[in-house]
């Protein structure tokens, strides 16, 4: 099992920065076992959607509302996740949440941390 623990959210105003990061522990071999790993949000009354992932190798993929804006990073000595986001828009406003994978069908998700942008 692996546990998922996002932070960094918060109030910004248009156009300010945040950085979130997402912490998994678990035991040695779930924490080898995680593949690409990936931010998704929900915004009000939306369904959920793909922000950014990222593979073991540090191959990124971006939605194209996010392109140029947000940057999406790993350090897995420390078995960490980040998401910087520049440039926010009141359309960012979502719950945001840390996604990781592993070849064996194993998904998890953490809790979701809040992002809100006021214009």
């Known amino acids: 099992q692996v546990q998922l623990v996002e932070s960094g959210g918060g109030l910004v105003q248009l156009g300010g920065s945040l950085r979130l990061s997402c912490a998994a522990s678990?035991?040695?071999?779930?924490?080898?076992?995680?593949?690409?790993m990936g931010w998704y949000r929900q915004g009000p009354g939306k369904q959920r959607e793909l922000v950014a992932t990222i593979t073991n190798g540090g191959s990124t993929n971006y939605a194209d509302s996010v392109k140029g804006r947000f940057t999406i990073s790993r350090n897995n000595a420390k078995n960490t996740l980040y998401l910087q986001m520049n440039s926010l828009k009141p359309e960012d406003t979502a719950v945001y949440y840390c996604n990781a994978d592993t070849p064996y069908g194993w998904n998890y998700w953490g809790q979701g941390t809040q992002v809100t942008v006021s214009s």
């Open positions: 678990g035991s040695v071999f779930s924490l080898k076992a995680i593949g690409a």
